[in-house]
């Protein structure tokens, strides 16, 4: 049985790239081979100059510190404190015992559980815990931090809470983070690239910006539809009078009366039947449908101004 | 009535009751070290060869698994019989407390062992990957993890065999073991007297009570959930 196959699959230093997949699709298989939790049958695993497919399982142990990880369900030590679990992988690691104290006191600062350290997980909320997680994963200071549906079991505003966090993680630490997950909403939180997978193949792959505003594949569709509309505004054609236009924008853009700018000095009126104006990750972007009213040569003047300006603009079909 | 003119009081003799409480208590206490030390080692190779674990090994697992079942399966009087030979060879003798002690830990051990087993079974298999994730080797995930882990469960599982070692040992008294099982066969048995029986019995009853409480006790200690 094959999991994950044919995936070729590069991450940039640095960058917070998303892989987004069904249950099932092998997202989680491939995170995995990523530190060899599973060992892929072919095929090599390099993370940063080093091939971990290589290394001898002493070897393996020693790069794996490279290699931080948190999971959907925390997995920390029950028995053991806060200030224990994060001590944990710096005790694997042989650190002096004043040098521990002293590095998990930073990382409870990091993730700011100062207060907790003394307290057990089962005393902890899912948040805490998976800050817990975060602080373990980074404790010897790891190049790459592997997220397993790191916030699938969360609340939604713990949710965001932990996002911001592994953000901040990726600026402040240069940390390059690589997470799964099933929600869209995720990787358009935080995300610079995703990959989409299916039936344990990469179908898209790209700029979330890209992926996220012109999906090819139909489970990309799907993923983007979960955090979309689901009003389809094509069904508005036949109803209306008047030109119904896509416009799509991204970038600073999207602050500017360019909509007003462009029909000011024509007696062209408009509508917004449908429309979204938000941000990924940093980037605030735009889709609206129009509905414009008036002579057609002007509008199209207007069209023309408004694609001067850079936005995408299209009929809707 | 009936009772009280039976039952003859004076026949307990309480310097005798002493010492073969302390003998049991002695009995207990060693054989219990060497049962959790000898089924700890068992336990934990029986759950780390076992299927989908870190050391699956299906021969090993098999063979030391039969040959736990083997143990277990002897009745403990018979089992007592069948190792006197190794008895004779490790203590020099087959009676008293000393001669009394191997043969409860051959019973002991894989009893405990498999109640190790169990006990690991029930870790989080989640927290075994993320300490491979975060490097561990196998002996860090057993000492570290596991041992930790399973803490409360291998606490139950101490007083569980504990409580089982002292009817053990009074059953080791029919073939001269010592202690108070051996006291109760040959006054409350042999001699007819009922009272050193009742009393050999009552101790009996409030080690095994003591032992208890202080297994729950120390399980609730340890638990974190």
Redesign the interface.
């Known amino acids: 049985m094959e999991a994950v196959k044919n995936i070729s699959l590069t991450i940039n230093k640095g960058e917070i790239f998303g892989i987004i997949g069904h249950s099932g699709a092998g997202k989680s298989t491939l995170l995995r081979c990523v ?1 060899l ?1 599973e060992r892929p049958t072919s095929g090599t695993v390099k993370v940063g100059e080093v091939e971990l497919t290589r290394l001898s399982s ?1 070897q ?6 490279r ?1 931080g ?1 948190i ?1 959907q ?1 925390f ?6 404190t806060v200030r224990d679990n994060i001590a ?2 710096l ?3 042989k650190l002096p015992r004043t040098a521990v104290k002293q590095r998990v006191d930073e990382l409870l600062k990091l993730v700011g559980l100062e207060q907790h350290a003394d307290k ?3 005393q902890l909320s899912g948040g805490q815990k998976q800050r817990v997680g975060i602080a ?1 994963a980074l404790a ?1 200071n790891p190049d790459v931090l ?1 997220c397993d549906e790191a916030t699938s079991a969360l609340d939604p505003q713990t949710t965001n809470a932990i996002l911001s966090l592994l953000m901040d993680i990726n600026q402040k630490l240069g940390i390059t983070i690589l997470l799964i997950t099933h929600e869209m909403h995720v990787i358009r939180a935080i995300c610079d690239r995703v990959a989409v997978i299916d039936g344990g193949e990469i179908v898209e792959m790209g700029d979330v910006l890209d992926v996220f505003l012109k999906p090819q594949h139909s489970i990309t569709k799907d993923f983007v539809s979960q955090i979309a509309d689901s009003f389809d505004p094509r069904e508005l054609i036949d109803t209306r009078s008047g030109r119904l236009i896509k416009i799509n924008y991204v970038g600073e853009i999207t602050y500017e009366p360019l909509l007003f700018n462009a029909v000011k000095s024509t007696s062209v009126q408009f509508t917004i039947l449908q429309g979204t104006v938000s941000r990924m990750k940093n980037t605030p972007y735009g889709q609206l449908v129009i509905e414009f009213i008036g002579d057609d040569g002007e509008i199209d003047r207007v069209l023309d101004e408004l694609r001067a300006k850079g936005l995408e603009v299209g009929d809707l079909k | 009535m009936m009772l009280k003119q039976n039952i003859d009081w004076s026949q307990v003799r309480w310097e005798d009751i002493w010492p073969a409480t302390k003998d049991t208590l002695t009995m207990i206490g060693a054989s219990l070290l060497f049962t959790v030390i000898l089924g700890l080692l068992i336990g934990i190779i029986l759950f780390l060869t076992s299927r989908k674990q870190l050391l699956e090994q299906p021969v090993v697992y098999g063979l030391l698994s039969f040959v736990v079942n083997i143990l277990r399966s002897v009745p403990f009087v018979i089992l007592m019989i069948l190792i006197m030979p190794m008895t004779k060879l490790l203590t020099g003798t087959t009676l008293g407390v000393q001669g009394t002690i191997p043969p409860l830990v051959v019973a002991a051990a894989p009893f405990f062992a498999r109640l190790v087993e169990t006990s690991l079974r029930e870790v ?1 298999k ?2 075994i ?9 196998r002996w ?1 995930i057993v000492r ?2 596991l041992l ?2 399973a ?2 469960g291998l606490l139950a599982g101490i007083t569980i065999t504990a409580v089982t070692l002292v009817s053990y040992t009074a059953m080791a008294g029919v073939i001269g073991g010592g202690g108070l099982g051996d006291l109760a066969l040959r006054y409350g048995y042999q001699r007819f007297q009922l009272s050193v029986m009742i009393v050999t019995v009552a101790m009996l009853i409030i080690l095994v009570q003591l032992l208890q409480m202080a297994g729950d006790h120390l399980v609730r200690r ?1 638990s ?2």
């Open positions: 530190n939790l002493t393996l142990q020693k790069e794996r510190r290699i990880m999971f369900h997995n920390l030590l029950s028995m053991a944990f992988p005790e694997l690691a057990y997980p089962a373990r010897n592997l | 989080d989640g927290v990957e993320a300490a491979q994730a975060m490097g561990a080797s860090d570290r993890v930790l882990e803490r409360p340890f974190r959930k």
